[in-house]
């Protein structure tokens, strides 16, 4: 009685996050034998290598005498379900995976950090644990640098970007937003006794503010004080580090930030009278999540009408919601 020894070897080339199994027929000398293989998708549908290998090798069974046929067949690309990477996320795909995954930021407290337990924990984090919850999933975080907010989306490496994300136009060109959940205006800080007074003292060619990569300062600054220098630096803790040093003159950030720092630190610092813009802080999207942001945007007002922002605001900031902050 002839049979067939089949085995299956599955290759991917990149990260992979769900699993199903798919089953196939193969026939030789008349027996018809079902296969079963393990197929994991790229959940964007990116192409992924599917290696199917019959090994062909004749021999006899010693002990039946049995001719042993194996054939072999070379490894094939197929696209996943989902259409060969064009896809963007939806609530159902991402409910299928059991998995958000969320580009956000690091060392920018109270917005987002990693926690003595070496977990990420902030108002960020929070609200992005609260939408995972709403979709009936746990929440996988990808930290990223400023620019990485947006690449993150666009190389699809995440669904989406919760890390003080502020809208502008240059951004929505490539990526989509949620609705705006915080209102954040820009502002100066210098160490306290610097002797700097106003913004137009910072307004000098001898002068350096420090801004983060990629944030929205780094255009608003030189529109305000077109004389200062600049010092660019990935996170926001890097800058109080150089404001620290003497390495800047000032930093830009937002009340949000500053004041729990004042109150950690009295009489270290001054925030200078003005602000130099708002920003407008929204989730970020995969370009074309039409139906991801639609029920984004439904989680936000629920999220809001329920009081959990406010609550959520007070627990990370020290100090209840401004109504200026407020969309």
């Not at 930021?105 to 919850?133: I, K, M, N, Y």
């Not at 200062?228 to 890097?238: A, I, M, Q, R, Y």
């Amino acid at each position: 009685m002839a049979f067939m020894s089949a085995t299956l070897h599955w290759y991917a080339s990149m990260q992979v996050f769900k699993q199903r199994w798919i089953k196939s027929t193969a026939t030789s000398q008349g027996l018809e034998i079902e296969i079963a293989f393990e197929d994991e998708c790229d959940r964007n549908g990116e192409d992924q290598w599917r290696s199917l290998m019959l090994r062909r090798n004749r021999s006899t069974s010693r002990r039946t005498g049995t001719s042993i046929l194996a054939v072999s067949a070379l490894a094939l690309l197929t696209g996943c379900s989902g259409g060969g990477g064009t896809d963007v996320p939806t609530v159902e795909s991402i409910q299928d995976a059991g998995v958000l995954r969320v580009a956000t930021l690091t060392g920018d407290a109270p917005w987002v950090s990693v926690g003595a337990d070496g977990d990420q924990e902030g108002f960020d984090v929070d609200l992005a644990h609260a939408l995972a919850e709403k979709l009936g999933v746990e929440v996988e975080f990808t930290t990223v640098d400023g620019p990485g907010r947006v690449a993150s989306l666009q190389s699809k490496k995440v669904d989406l970007t919760i890390g003080e994300f502020s809208t502008t136009p240059e951004r929505d060109e490539v990526i989509d937003f949620s609705n705006d959940y915080i209102l954040n205006p820009g502002q100066y800080m210098v160490v306290a006794d610097s002797g700097i007074q106003t913004s137009e003292d910072l307004n000098d060619e001898s002068m350096v503010a420090c801004i983060q990569q990629g944030g929205t300062s780094t255009d608003l600054v030189p529109a305000d004080i077109p004389n200062v220098g600049t010092l660019f630096l990935p996170s926001t803790d890097d800058c109080l580090e150089a404001l620290k040093s003497g390495q800047a003159h000032a930093m830009t950030q937002n009340p949000f930030y500053y004041l729990p720092l004042m109150d950690k630190d009295p009489g270290a610092f001054k925030i200078l009278d003005g602000t130099f813009g708002t920003n407008h802080i929204a989730v970020g999207l995969q370009e074309g999540s039409t139906e991801l942001a639609a029920f984004v945007n439904d989680f936000l007002v629920e999220y809001q009408k329920a009081g959990k922002i406010d609550a959520t605001f007070e627990k990370w900031f020290g100090f209840e919601m401004p109504t200026e902050a407020r969309p």
